[in-house]
């Protein structure tokens, strides 16, 4: 089985703050990307990449930057947390491109920045 | 840009029955790809089932099977025979040949015993 797992549950932070969330998948997933999900508003890609060192921006990159030093390892970072940026975050992987591939998901992360 | 729309954000079955969660979705492409997936209470999101448009025949797996209208542009999901462990959030997705991926703001399914 896929295991896509994310470093912490559950996060509290305050605003300013620097925020990495860690993810890592074992299956050796070319692509891995970050949603944030939000009531009302589904899943929105925040980032995506296709390989080590590599990315590109998804949807709502503001206020976000990523990290990919390893394939299994993909991070997401909060540079200053702000108040709106509480939310559940997912991380996903997969083996290649394309709907024919199926995403896999982490259990989230759920962010509170006071 | 593409968008996808779930007109239901909850939705109630009893156990043993049948319940059918919608979707519609907005595109000028021609072929691309169509999800539906799962996220229980607590627990990681799955994948339930997927539709490629260009096949005419309707995605089954199992319980769940999807109504495909691609004029209409509508993708349906329907689950047989309800179980108290399909209670979850259901996502409907949308991907292009570009791999840009939306998705729906989510259907909250309670199955009830």
């Known amino acids: 089985d896929v295991k896509v797992t994310q470093s912490s549950r559950y996060l509290v932070k305050r605003t300013g703050e620097k925020v990495f969330l860690e993810c890592v998948q074992d299956?050796?997933?070319?692509?891995m990307f970050w949603y944030r999900q939000d009531p009302g508003l589904g899943l929105r890609l925040i980032y995506f990449?296709?390989?080590?060192?590599?990315?590109e921006k998804g949807d709502i990159p503001e206020g976000y930057s990523v990290s990919r030093e390893k394939k299994e390892r993909f991070s997401l970072i909060l540079e200053s947390a702000s108040t709106n940026q509480t939310s559940m975050y997912l991380c996903?992987?997969?083996?290649?491109?394309?709907?024919?591939?199926?995403?896999?998901f982490g259990p989230g992360t759920r962010l509170l920045v006071l | 840009a593409q968008t996808v729309t779930q007109s239901q954000p909850e939705m109630s079955v009893q156990e043993a029955e049948t319940v059918t969660l919608s979707c519609t979705y907005d595109?000028?492409?021609?072929?691309?790809?169509l999800f539906w997936y799962k996220q229980p209470p607590s627990r990681q999101m799955i994948l339930v089932i997927r539709?490629?448009?260009?096949?005419?025949q309707n995605a089954t797996e199992n319980r769940f099977s999807v109504n495909f209208q691609k004029a209409a542009k509508s993708f349906s999901l329907k689950i047989s025979d309800s179980q108290l462990g399909d209670t979850a959030m259901y996502f409907c997705?949308?991907?292009?040949?570009?791999?840009?991926?939306?998705f729906g703001a989510g259907t909250r399914l309670t199955v009830k015993p």
């Open positions: 996903a992987s997969s083996l290649g491109s394309g709907g024919r591939e199926t995403q896999y």
């Open positions: 299956m050796d997933h070319e692509n």
């Open positions: 990449s296709y390989d080590v060192k590599m990315k």
């Open positions: 595109t000028s492409e021609s072929n691309y790809y």
């Open positions: 539709q490629e448009a260009y096949k005419q």
């Open positions: 997705a949308f991907m292009n040949n570009n791999n840009d991926m939306r």
